[in-house]
């Protein structure tokens, strides 16, 4: 050891029961570990034992070569975690051989201590654990085995990395690992804040509109002046006829744009309005709202179109002043050979549907078969200048690249009206309907300086699911999916304005504007289904906290489960698709096609245009293989040339796909009952 004892720099003493531990160190590393024992003398303190640690075995060595070790040492650690009467005796012991200049307590890591590391740490470098300090490699540890511990070691890179940043900064261990345990400490769980922002726009006056006197008159009783994104439609062209797309905040009004647009253009004898929605809860809403609001000047019909065992369409007046439908209605119209009158303005609410997978081919031939429509009744009726458009989303990624294919003019207004405030906090599936619980509590119990309380919405991934946690909440909550008849759901709404229910628990059915004044959303699931959520998505549905005219501010909470999936197909795990939503850029809104999704659309250009579908398939959206879907159609027998056959025509009426259209041809050549036919459909698109 003599070698060793000439280069010693530094001598690190914990106490450890009645001895103590000694590391000796040399550049940084550990030379040796050694167990030293005082004893009292006449003299005070001195050494008494002096055993070399290897390994589990120990070698006694003479107690005078710790003096020796010592004096070679450049300088003496005594760790702060040692007793008082430890440390008494240590520089007693010291001062007795004329060392107590060398000597001086430090903070140091215990776990470090304990396992023969010396550690040094500080107030700026310490995480506190269970009332001690310990270094941050130690700190990381000890996450990694909570969260192993509590079920999710197998947290992806991104939570891990949050977890452990959040632990940094609040240099608090425990508070961390309650967080894992669904605690609720906003501190910990805020992730971050999107502000209030206010861009600045000359608001135009009402009264200086000289819209029609019946529209104008009741425009005046209810507003001053017009909202920024609505005041900015108009300076650019609304009431001129000029096509927009109208990118705005949830809750900023640009919902009133279209409105506005499209009744000015009717008591004009300008056309009808088509206001189209995806999904039929939105359209029963807006159809409603329309009675309502416009019902005294215009004359409002709606189409939802046709489903596959039974068509509905028998309400649907196509004379009507104003027609509110859902995409797949009013296309389920054309394909069908119903006249749609003179057409002034067609509004496409959510267009951002237009990347959707499954969804996204179906609005982007409906815009074109749309557009043909119009231009043919204008080429018949010299009379007639066809359609206004107005096209409205929250979220566009691509708002420039999508208003030129669009052919508008782009009206964009980065407002939020309120702020938000997103926290993230972990917890596995019967724990989150606790937290929400608690969540649901807090929010209801609170009341804005405007005088309502906090509602909230909990998006969830299934129909069963809302019904679980609606059942599982303390106050008052509904379920709300399109699974519910006509009457619950708008029993559903009707109580939640009136502040009767503290929550309502939905699946994809308000993520697309179904108005419900929430101040608070959280995410019981980051799936629609058996598919998660995508960036645009989820910032749809987060819009949703927080009105203006209601709310302080918005809350959305995320509760992830980590490690966890919904479905075998869903590559990713909960928790890194949190992360990536939070962190996400919106996607680019365009439509993409597979081979099935070119032929549905080519036939149903083909049954709407004739030879004039590679017109109309050249100005869709996204690029369609025109010869190949035309070859594959032949092939499968569906046109006649340029004209369905009466296979085909069954097909795009009931917007089947080529492979949805066999296996009915094939139960029907072996008798199945029909209720198994749509049965195995329902299961085959579960399956896609």
């Given at each position: 050891?003599?070698?060793?004892?000439?280069?010693?720099?530094?001598?690190?003493?914990?106490e450890?029961?009645?001895?103590y531990?000694?590391?000796?160190?040399?550049?940084?590393?550990r030379?040796?570990?050694?167990?030293?024992?005082?004893?009292?003398?006449?003299?005070g303190?001195?050494?008494?034992?002096?055993?070399?640690?290897?390994?589990?075995s120990?070698?006694?060595?003479q107690p005078?070569?710790?003096v020796e070790?010592?004096r070679?040492?450049k300088?003496?650690?005594?760790?702060?975690?040692?007793?008082?009467?430890?440390?008494?005796?240590?520089?007693?012991?010291l001062?007795?051989?004329?060392?107590?200049?060398?000597?001086?307590t430090?903070?140091?890591?215990?776990?470090?201590?304990s396992?023969g590391?010396?550690?040094?740490?500080?107030?700026?470098?310490?995480?506190?654990?269970?009332?001690?300090?310990?270094?941050?490699d130690?700190?990381?540890?000890e996450?990694?085995r909570?969260?192993?511990?509590?079920?999710?070691?197998?947290?992806?890179?991104?939570?891990k990395?949050?977890?452990?940043?959040?632990m940094?900064e609040v240099?608090?261990?425990?508070?961390?690992?309650?967080?894992l345990?669904?605690?609720?400490?906003?501190?910990?769980?805020?992730?971050?804040?999107?502000?209030?922002?206010?861009?600045?726009?000359?608001?135009?006056?009402?009264?200086?509109?000289?819209?029609?006197?019946?529209?104008?008159?009741?425009?005046?009783?209810r507003?001053?002046t017009?909202?920024p994104?609505?005041?900015l439609?108009?300076?650019h062209?609304?009431?001129?006829g000029?096509?927009?797309l109208?990118?705005?905040?949830?809750a900023?009004?640009?919902?009133?744009?279209?409105?506005l647009?499209?009744?000015?253009?009717v008591?004009?004898?300008?056309?009808t309005?088509?206001?189209?929605?995806?999904?039929?809860?939105?359209a029963?809403?807006?159809?409603?709202d329309?009675?309502?609001?416009?019902?005294?000047?215009?004359?409002?019909?709606?189409r939802v179109?046709?489903?596959?065992?039974?068509?509905?369409?028998?309400?649907?007046?196509?004379?009507?002043?104003?027609?509110?439908?859902?995409?797949?209605?009013i296309?389920h119209a054309l394909?069908?050979?119903?006249?749609?009158?003179?057409?002034?303005?067609?509004v496409?609410?959510?267009?951002?549907?237009l990347?959707?997978?499954?969804?996204?081919?179906?609005?982007?031939g409906l815009?074109?078969?749309?557009?043909y429509?119009?231009?043919q009744r204008?080429?018949?009726?010299?009379d007639?200048?066809?359609a206004?458009?107005?096209?409205?989303?929250?979220?566009?990624?691509?708002?420039?690249?999508?208003?030129?294919?669009?052919?508008?003019?782009?009206?964009?207004?980065?407002?939020?009206?309120?702020?938000?405030?997103?926290?993230?906090?972990f917890?596995?599936?019967?724990?989150?309907?606790?937290v929400?619980?608690k969540l649901?509590?807090?929010?209801?119990?609170?009341?804005?300086?405007?005088?309502?309380?906090?509602?909230?919405?909990?998006?969830?991934?299934s129909?069963?699911?809302?019904?679980?946690i609606?059942?599982?909440?303390?106050?008052?909550?509904?379920?709300?999916?399109?699974?519910?008849?006509?009457?619950r759901?708008?029993?559903v709404?009707?109580?939640?304005?009136?502040?009767?229910?503290s929550?309502?628990?939905?699946?994809a059915?308000?993520a697309?504007?179904?108005?419900?004044?929430?101040?608070?959303v959280?995410?019981?699931?980051?799936a629609?289904?058996?598919?998660?959520l995508?960036?645009?998505?989820?910032?749809q549905?987060?819009?949703?906290?927080?009105?203006?005219?209601?709310h302080?501010?918005?809350?959305?909470y995320?509760l992830?489960?980590?490690?966890?999936?919904?479905h075998?197909?869903m590559?990713?795990?909960?928790?890194?698709?949190?992360f990536?939503?939070l962190?996400?850029?919106?996607?680019?809104v365009?439509?993409?096609y597979?081979?099935a999704a070119?032929?549905?659309e080519?036939?149903?250009?083909?049954?709407?245009?004739?030879?004039?579908?590679?017109?109309l398939?050249?100005?869709?959206?996204?690029?369609v293989?025109?010869?190949?879907?035309?070859?594959?159609l032949?092939?499968y027998?569906?046109?006649?040339?340029?004209?369905?056959?009466?296979?085909?025509?069954?097909?795009?009426?009931?917007?089947?796909?080529?492979?949805?259209?066999?296996m009915?041809?094939?139960?029907?050549?072996?008798?199945?009952?029909?209720?198994?036919?749509?049965?195995?459909l329902?299961?085959?698109?579960?399956?896609?």
């Open positions: 050891m003599s070698k060793q004892v000439q280069q010693v720099e530094t001598i690190f003493c914990h450890t029961g009645d001895d531990l000694v590391v000796v160190e040399r550049d940084g590393k030379l040796f570990r050694a167990k030293l024992g005082l004893s009292e003398t006449s003299a303190p001195r050494p008494a034992k002096f055993r070399l640690k290897q390994g589990s120990e070698e006694p060595r005078d070569e710790f070790l010592a070679r040492a300088r003496i650690r005594i760790s702060e975690q040692t007793s008082a009467a430890g440390r008494r005796d240590l520089r007693e012991m001062e007795g051989y004329q060392l107590e200049d060398k000597a001086k430090v903070r140091t890591c215990r776990y470090c201590a396992a590391r010396y550690s040094p740490i500080t107030t700026e470098t310490a995480v506190k654990d269970d009332n001690d300090w310990i270094c941050r130690c700190a990381r540890q996450l990694e909570q969260l192993s511990f509590s079920g999710g070691g197998a947290v992806s890179g991104a939570a990395e949050r977890l452990e940043d959040l940094m240099q608090d261990l425990e508070r961390i690992v309650n967080l345990k669904g605690q609720l400490d906003p501190d910990l769980t805020k992730f971050d804040t999107i502000s209030a922002t206010t861009d600045e726009v000359d608001p135009v006056r009402t009264d200086s509109l000289n819209l029609h006197p019946g529209l104008q008159n009741l425009l005046e009783d507003f001053d017009l909202l994104v609505q005041s439609s108009v300076e062209g609304l009431f001129d000029d096509d927009q109208v990118v705005s905040a949830t900023t009004g640009k919902t009133l744009v279209g409105e647009a499209g009744i000015n253009r008591l004009n004898n300008k056309g309005m088509l206001f189209l929605v995806p999904l039929v809860a939105l029963n809403q807006k159809y409603e329309f009675q309502d609001e416009y019902g005294h000047l215009v004359d409002v019909s709606i179109g046709a489903s596959r065992v039974a068509d509905e369409g028998e309400r649907f007046d196509p004379n009507a002043d104003v027609i509110v439908g859902t995409y797949e209605g296309d394909r069908t050979g119903k006249d749609m009158g003179d057409i002034g303005t067609v496409i609410d959510e267009v951002h549907t990347k959707e997978e499954d969804r996204g081919h179906r609005l982007d815009i074109s078969r749309l557009k429509t119009c231009e204008a080429t018949r009726r010299d007639y200048g066809g206004q458009w107005v096209y409205l989303s929250a979220t566009v990624g691509n708002p420039e690249q999508l208003t030129e294919a669009l052919e508008a003019t782009l009206i964009e207004f980065e407002e939020r009206p309120v702020p938000i405030e997103r926290h993230v906090t917890a596995d599936g019967q724990e989150k309907v606790r929400e619980n649901v509590r807090r929010e209801f119990d609170s009341e804005s300086s405007k005088g309502y309380r906090g509602q909230t919405i909990i998006f969830t991934n129909r069963r699911r809302c019904h679980e609606s059942r599982k909440l303390d106050y008052s909550a509904a379920p709300y999916h399109a699974g519910l008849d006509y009457k759901r708008k029993e709404e009707r109580k939640f304005g009136e502040q009767e229910l929550a309502v628990v939905t699946t059915a308000l697309a504007g179904v108005d419900f004044p929430a101040s608070q959280i995410f019981d699931s980051l629609m289904g058996i598919e998660w995508s960036v645009q998505e989820f910032h549905m987060l819009g949703r906290a927080g009105r203006p005219d209601y302080d501010k918005g809350t959305v995320v992830v489960e980590p490690d966890t999936a919904y075998n197909s590559e990713m795990t909960e928790d890194e698709v949190a990536k939503l962190k996400g850029e919106m996607e680019s365009m439509t993409h597979d081979e070119a032929v549905e080519t036939l149903a250009n083909i049954t709407v245009g004739g030879k004039a579908a590679k017109a398939n050249d100005r869709m959206l996204g690029e293989p025109t010869k190949h879907a035309i070859g594959k032949l092939e027998d569906f046109i006649d040339g340029f004209e369905p056959t009466p296979l085909g025509q069954v097909v795009t009426e009931h917007f089947l796909e080529p492979g949805q259209a066999f009915i041809l094939d139960g029907i050549r072996k008798d199945a009952h029909p209720y198994e036919l749509v049965a195995d329902e299961l085959r698109d579960t399956d896609l």
